[in-house]
């Protein structure tokens, strides 16, 4: 074989837990390391390490993308009363995306991988849809109240200058429920920055859509900025590219998605995006097959797949039984990190190396040779199902001859 290919700029590593973690390991060992001389920063993000540092070693694992530009993830526990009495933990940490998200101000983008023996639920899709995420705000951090008695709910703004603005939400003649939630500019405009960005670098029209004629102050704010920081900074680079910017109403959006052919990048508030991804990865094939990257506004990616760390395959996994686990999402999270690594530092071996990768892996589900959890979507009769390890053995005999070529 020939000389490992050399990396000028750390990757920022980010192991995690369970099944995944278990994943990890085998890919790096199958996949990568035969070809790369890796080099990485690598933070241990297990659920132990986390506890251990008072969850300072996520903060630091954020920091460190902010500094070198890139990094790749392993899926993570969000520790819940349950995970805190499983790990005896200190306290109930929050969930690394979460924080992550807040030190990077990203937007997640959310695409499924596709391959030709599985066709999508939906019949007009021809291509991929990549959901951009909004990560911040709207009922994900919303105050919410119940209240047992007739009384008057009143929305209030105490302004620094001493300003007062009230409204009145509802006047109650009994129970009832009540919520309160924000958004803010810098991070609605963050948001329209990323997404327009990651159209042009992915040359894919943008759609983008809210409930603005029934929220007339709210959604026709996040329309609003959308609008201006469109006109401002990629009116022209768009139409240089010869892609769209289109806003419509999110019922018309929802019915259009399912008759276009794909190809778009669909840009979501937090809830949308978080509803609409989960179909789609479904319709597309399964959340094994979804990938994810979060982007800043100052250009840092994070690397991940979609899914969770596959506890019920972990438990298996102790007791010493194979498991039919699908590493592809954590494949991609990987060649998506060394590809960008690649395109930063100019080391072309490096794109080679992410492209033969993610080709080897779809050929070899396209030979028939896939993981349960797809092989009930296949519709070739030829199908094998494969234990985890057993897939990446099949990928590393590919990826073998694929870089050889
Ligand atoms: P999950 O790990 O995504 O798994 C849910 C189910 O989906 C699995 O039991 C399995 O179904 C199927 N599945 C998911 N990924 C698969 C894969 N790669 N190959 C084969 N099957 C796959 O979600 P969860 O069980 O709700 O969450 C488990 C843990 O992950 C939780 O502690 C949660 O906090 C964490 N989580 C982390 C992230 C992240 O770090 N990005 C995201 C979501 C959840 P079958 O059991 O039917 O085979
Ligand atoms: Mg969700």
Not at 147 to 172: M, Y
Not at 283 to 300: D, H, K, Q, R, Y
Request: aromatic share 10%; with cysteine; net charge negative.
């Amino acid at each position: 074989m020939s000389e490992k290919i050399k990396m000028t700029t750390l990757l920022v590593e980010i192991d995690g837990d369970e099944m995944t973690r278990v994943l990890w390991a085998m890919i790096k060992e199958k996949l990568l390391l035969p070809y790369i001389d890796l080099k990485t920063e690598y933070y241990d993000l297990g659920l132990e390490k986390r506890d251990e540092t008072n969850d300072e070693i996520t903060k630091e694992a954020a920091y460190a993308i902010k500094k070198y530009g890139v990094g790749v993830k392993c899926a993570t526990i969000t520790p819940n009363a349950q995970r805190v009495e499983e790990y005896n933990l200190k306290e109930m940490w929050k969930s690394p995306n979460g924080t992550i998200r807040a030190i990077l101000d990203g937007t997640v983008f959310r695409e499924p991988i596709m391959v030709n023996n599985i066709k999508p639920l939906v019949k007009p899709w021809e291509d991929s849809i990549i959901i951009a995420r909004h990560a911040y705000g709207d009922v994900y951090s919303a105050v919410e109240i119940q209240v047992d008695e007739p009384g008057t709910a009143e929305l209030v703004f105490t302004g620094k200058s001493g300003k007062v603005t009230k409204k009145i939400i509802n006047e109650f003649e009994g129970g009832g429920i009540l919520q309160g939630m924000h958004n803010t500019d810098t991070s609605i405009s963050s948001f329209a920055h990323s997404c327009f960005k990651y159209s042009i670098e992915r040359k894919r029209d943008l759609w983008f859509a809210t409930k603005d004629t029934i929220s007339k102050t709210y959604d026709h704010h996040f329309k609003d900025v959308f609008m201006e920081v469109f006109q401002k900074d990629y009116k022209e680079a768009f139409e240089k590219a010869g892609l769209e910017f289109f806003y419509t109403l999110i019922d018309d959006a929802i019915q259009r998605v399912i008759s276009c052919r794909g190809g778009m990048v669909w840009a979501c508030k937090n809830y949308d995006g978080d509803v609409m991804s989960d179909m789609v990865a479904r319709a597309f094939g399964s959340m094994s097959m979804m990938s994810s990257v979060l982007v800043s506004p100052e250009g840092c990616y994070e690397y991940e797949a979609a899914h969770g760390t596959v506890t019920r395959h972990y438990h298996k996994h102790l007791k010493g039984e194979k498991t039919s686990t699908n590493a592809m999402a954590t494949i991609f999270a990987w060649s998506g990190a060394l590809r960008k690594r690649g395109e930063l530092d100019e080391i072309p071996q490096l794109i080679h190396f992410a492209d033969s990768l993610e080709k080897a892996s779809i050929t070899t589900i396209e030979d028939g040779i896939m993981t349960g959890d797809m092989a009930g979507q296949c519709d070739s009769p030829n199908v094998h199902i494969a234990m985890a390890e057993e897939l990446l053995d099949e990928i590393a005999i590919r990826l073998e001859k694929e870089m050889d070529s």
